[in-house]
């Protein structure tokens, strides 16, 4: 038996190799740099491919910056209150171990593109909604729901962008365990 040499990519595959490739870069550049300070010809060099490639991708920067920080994630589920805290505390976890660069480029931009507050704030709605959802009927759930998702963006932040040395240096699991009463008190039905 002889070895047939693998076909050739073909041309639709070697479109969706270059976009991914240029996606790939856009979001660690937007990352690393934001919205205001990535250029389309930074992307483009990063990627290997011409501007006028990436322009025919995405159309416009900011059409590339939307599609970049494109992420979807899971909504929080479940009536136990003990089990919501676990699933916000691990998820809280997750985050302090890395983000992925598009919701990264997403933090570093929001304060700065109106298009990105935009984004950040579709996307923490979104969030809140499904923890208020999750949480027992109340009154204030939304903003209990709120409370908690805004607290850990600013963990976030401040554990990844700022490196404040205080979250920086200390386990997750500390950092858990320090926050489980301050989540568990506000996702739980107020007596």
Known sequence: MTDL?????????????????????????FAER???????????????????????????????????????GPPPGGSDPEALVDQLLT???IKLGGL???????????LTD???????????????????????????AELRAALVVTAMV?????HQLLALPALREAPADRIAAVLRPAFKSLTQEAT
């Not at 990519?9 to 660690?28: F, M």
């Not at 984004?119 to 923890?131: F, K, N, P, V, Y």
């Open 100 to 110: 992925p660069d598009g919701t990264l480029a997403t933090l570093r931009s929001m």
């Open 5 to 29: 040499p693998e076909p050739a990519p073909t041309r639709a595959e070697r479109r969706l190799a270059t976009r991914a490739r240029i996606l790939d870069s856009a979001r660690a550049l």
């Open 91 to 93: 998820s809280l976890d």
């Open 114 to 140: 109106p298009d990105a507050a935009d984004h950040a704030r579709r996307a923490m709605g979104g969030q809140i909604d499904s923890l208020a959802a999750a949480l027992p009927a109340a009154e204030d």
């Open 34 to 72: 934001g919205f205001e300070r990535t250029t389309v010809r930074a992307v483009a060099a990063a990627a290997r491919v011409d501007p006028a490639l990436v322009m025919q991708h995405f159309g416009t920067k900011r059409d590339l910056f939307a599609e970049a920080v494109r992420t979807a």
């Open 154 to 158: 600013g963990i976030t932040i401040g």
